[in-house]
């Protein structure tokens, strides 16, 4: 018989001694935060051709008010030239806007409508 010249080596497992520069923390993504979305006013203008009735329809309809409240914005917009009817994020801003200018359009009413960043 003839004899194998192999040799059994036995290995420990790696410790991590103090000596040793290998960074051993678990890497983790930091959080991230999330930002509140800008808002935006949307503000009714004042024009001399625009019924006070369709104004207060357009607010009570497109800005869900009741009618004292659409009546007391109507009436600030008549004195001052113009009222913020609400605040809103740039999606449903910009859709009241475009909604009164629709509905203000299809009643032939010269009546405006704008945003501006809050």
């Known amino acids: ?3 194998n010249n192999f040799e059994i080596v036995t290995r420990r497992p790696f410790m991590a001694s103090e000596d040793d520069d290998r960074d051993t923390s678990v890497l983790t993504k930091p959080k991230m935060r999330t930002q509140r979305p800008s808002m ?4 009714i203008l004042n024009d001399d051709f625009t019924p006070m009735e369709f104004v207060v329809f357009v607010l009570e309809r497109i800005f869900n008010l ?3 409240k659409a009546f007391e914005i109507m ?3 008549h004195m001052k030239g113009a009222a913020v009817v609400g605040v809103y994020t ?8 475009s909604a009164v200018m629709d509905v203000a359009r299809q009643n032939e009413h010269p009546l405006k409508c704008r945003m501006e960043k809050d």
């Open 1 to 3: 018989m003839s004899r």
């Open 75 to 77: 009436l600030t917009v």
């Open 90 to 97: 740039f999606e449903i801003a910009e859709t009241k806007v």
């Open 66 to 68: 009741t009618h004292e």
């Open 40 to 43: 935006y006013k949307v503000i």
